[in-house]
């Protein structure tokens, strides 16, 4: 390894640039506005722009109540990039068509355009006090408060005595009439945001053929009430609310105490919800463990049918991540119910959150059918994620982390799934019960790891127990169970004897210092099994049990969520293709390859299914033109760690950017920086977009900035010491052209040396 970078050897290269300017004299000529292939753009400024103005994008508008009168069928409007509007964008009743569809989205380079109802306090903070600072208000209630996007703890949560002299620490607000309180230890509080209520950012009824896109919604929720079609939500940051990020339902039905049946029947279709980061902003300091926390990330209910949602990451919800529902909040046989939804390449953790399960598909009989759950990473989250309803597929998902959650008054179960319906009140009745049902499900191909208690657990909570059977459990990994010290959890599989109908489980690979591995339907639900005694599917006929088995699956790298099988892995070709054509085309592993016709794997990864280095000998390019290259530009790809490239000024915070040349589903990178001293890089951040200015479609995959002093957010990922390993980063696949690694000085000297940069991926 070389030696340290010094700022005084770069070499900077200065460009002087001549411009021509053309007078055409004192008559301005205004830009025509864009006419699309079916409408008219309109281009809106909210820092420059005038509602007087004609549209264009010299002649912005201005006001979002001026782009909601404009919406008409084949109508784009487009927000400036770096400016905010403060308001509801109210999309009720406004429709286009397939051949002239609705636009909603950004132009220009900076920031996603903010939409927000969040109620922004100037800068004219008062000393309270010590730590505590104080602004004048004209209004007695909020919900919640951030801080430069941190959100805070209200002092009086569950100690309503509290007021505002318990107001001392950095994370603590609170609020009465005329004032509201705010601990600081750095200075008057900046940018300081309420949410006053729980209003929708966005509000859609009677609405069709919309896309909503590029987006930064903060404050409320994505409101999709039926009847209403064809509508996208696309590659939007949805953030800081009180509870639901996206929810799609029927509201009518869901809140009047009688509905018609025409309200009954009406029901959302053909929903996408792609790409989108949707993140309730959440602290520890909030995980109070006297309340239960709320809020779905994603929340279809009672009334949808055909959807897509993809690729979103959701995180920091207090109830479910990503659900999909019925007669969970209005039990009756007249809702038309949840079908026909993909649910793939999603990212779901709790984040900050201390309770929170990952997702859910629950349903009346007959009324959650033929979704798929595909290709997920579900992981670090609290309690149990729901597989219920009939016909539905759940496959090639990664299951990694389900700790205890700390929230005591919410249920304790720290299972990755379950099959496990229950009674329901009826809609209009406190006496009815209306049984869910979960028949028919298949859950194959899944790797579940690192749970609490155990891997999956079914039984029916219903009076009449017999709308549990039929389901399929095969080639799945369960690994890594029980940790929680109650003996009778110590078990990957939990089947009670409540279940009294048919359970398949076959070709499963049990992973854990324990011999035995299950409990399966003893009338005392107390006997554990072994994988042979499990085989035998004791005290049950029915049922199949076959070709389970038991042993370390031998990982590539487990310790870095590595999951794929390696060479001398005994269960690279243990599973059974019995159910692949029940399956359907779509029955691919976790990277989309296909699965061995003949011997396919267990778990979520085909054995030999390995994303390929991407990233070999192509060039990167800068944020900042003070660059010194050890040797070849192409260094920080050559596969050696021996040298390294110095980039940027002292304490500068800054980025290379590889261009992949084409999209890849990109599954993985590993990053080293200057290593032989142990030193910690400071705002370590790696960003994946299908763009090369990070405009849009942007994941940040790595993020270990705690302050936001990089600017591209608040990271959750620990500090860590450079190695000569590099560090490696698996996460769920996302689609990206371009990858950019950021640093921002280390603990040794204020520089940046980045010594090798890679991606790994595969073909769409």
């Not at 509007?85 to 355009?113: F, M, Q, V």
């Not at 959701?314 to 990503?322: A, K, Q, S, T, Y």
């Not at 919410?410 to 979960?438: C, F, H, M, R």
């Amino acid at each position: 390894m070389l030696s340290v970078f010094k700022a005084s050897t770069f070499k900077i290269v200065l460009f002087a640039f001549l411009t021509l300017v053309m007078s055409v004299g004192s008559f301005a000529f205004p830009q025509a506005r864009v006419a699309s292939a079916s409408g008219t753009v309109y281009y809106f400024s909210s820092s420059t722009g005038s509602d007087s103005n004609s549209g264009t994008i010299d002649q912005p508008k201005k006001t979002i109540n001026a782009a909601i009168s404009l919406i008409a069928p084949g109508v784009t409007i487009l927000f400036k990039r770096g400016d905010v509007w403060e308001g509801s964008l109210d999309l009720r009743n406004k429709s286009g068509s397939s051949a002239s569809p609705i636009t909603i989205g950004a132009y220009g380079a900076g920031a996603a355009p903010i939409i927000t109802t969040l109620t922004r306090l100037d800068d004219n903070w008062v000393n309270d006090g010590g730590n505590r600072w104080k602004h004048a208000i004209n209004f007695s209630t909020a919900l919640r408060l951030f801080v430069n996007g941190v959100s805070k703890y209200k002092v009086n949560t569950t100690n309503t005595s509290a007021n505002e002299a318990n107001v001392d620490q950095s994370y603590e607000w609170y609020i009465k009439s005329g004032w509201v309180y705010v601990g600081s230890t750095t200075g008057a509080p900046k940018n300081v945001e309420l949410i006053r209520d729980s209003k929708s950012t966005v509000n859609m009824k009677n609405t069709n053929y919309v896309t909503i896109q590029n987006l930064d919604i903060k404050g409320g929720i994505v409101d999709i009430d039926a009847p209403s079609s064809h509508i996208t939500i696309d590659n939007n940051t949805i953030r800081q609310m009180v509870q639901t990020g996206v929810r799609v339902w029927k509201n009518d039905a869901y809140n009047k105490a009688d509905p018609t049946p025409t309200e009954w029947n009406q029901y959302v279709s053909d929903i996408t919800i792609t790409n989108n980061v949707i993140d309730k902003v959440w602290t520890t300091y909030e995980n109070d463990p006297a309340i239960k926390l709320n809020g779905e990330g994603i929340y279809l209910l009672d009334a949808v049918q055909g959807g897509l949602i993809r690729g979103n990451k959701v995180v920091n919800f207090g109830h479910g991540g990503i659900s999909l529902e019925t007669g969970t909040a209005s039990a009756t046989s007249s809702t038309h119910g949840v079908h026909n939804v993909i649910v793939e390449l999603n990212d779901v953790s709790a984040g900050e959150s201390g309770y929170m399960h990952a997702f859910g598909v629950i349903g009346l009989p007959g009324k959650t059918t033929n979704n798929i759950i595909r290709r997920n990473y579900f992981h670090d989250f609290t309690s149990v994620s729901h597989a219920g309803g009939s016909n539905n597929q759940i496959y090639s998902n990664l299951f990694v982390g389900v700790p205890l959650t700390t929230q005591s008054t919410q249920k304790q179960q720290p299972y990755a799934l379950d099959i496990a319906p229950w009674p329901v009140n009826e809609k209009g009745s406190t006496v009815n019960k209306i049984p869910l049902e979960a028949r028919d499900l298949y859950i194959v191909n899944n790797t579940f790891l690192n749970t609490d208690q155990f891997s999956i657990q079914v039984t029916d909570y219903n009076a009449a127990p017999s709308n549990v059977t039929n389901n399929v459990i095969a080639n799945n990994i369960f690994g890594q169970y029980g940790y929680n010290g109650d003996v009778n959890a110590q078990v990957a599989l939990d089947v009670t004897p409540k279940v009294t109908g048919t359970l398949h489980v076959n070709n499963n690979a049990f992973w854990d210092s324990s011999t035995v591995v299950a409990r399966f339907k003893d009338p005392a639900n107390a006997a554990h099994y072994t994988v042979a005694e499990l085989n035998t599917c004791p005290n049950t006929t029915p049922d199949t049990c076959n070709a389970n088995t038991e042993g370390d699956p031998l990982f590539v790298d487990f310790a870095n969520r590595d999951f794929r099988l390696s060479a001398n892995s005994p269960i690279k070709a243990s599973g059974t293709n019995a159910y692949a054509s029940a399956l359907g085309s779509g029955f691919v592993d976790y990277y989309g390859y296909p699965w061995d016709p003949t011997n396919p794997s267990i778990g979520a990864i085909q054995y030999g299914a390995a994303p390929s280095l991407l990233s070999a000998g192509l060039t990167p390019t800068y944020s900042s033109s003070s660059v010194l290259y050890e040797s070849s530009p192409s260094r920080l790809t050559d596969g050696s760690t021996t040298d390294y490239v110095g980039v940027g000024g002292i304490n500068e915070s800054v980025y290379a950017q590889i261009d992949l040349g084409v999209l890849y589903e990109v599954s993985k990178v590993k990053m080293w920086h200057f290593f032989s001293d142990g030193r910690t890089y400071r705002d370590v951040i790696v960003q994946l977009s299908q763009t090369a200015d990070f405009s849009s479609y942007v994941t940040t995959v790595f993020n270990n900035d705690k302050d936001n002093s990089a600017g591209q957010g608040y990271g959750v990922n620990a500090v860590y010491a450079e190695s000569g390993s590099g560090k490696t980063v698996n996460f769920q696949p996302v689609l990206a052209r371009y990858a950019r690694y950021w640093i921002g000085g280390n603990s040794a000297d204020p520089y940046n040396q980045f010594v090798e940069l890679q991606a790994y991926g595969t073909t769409p």
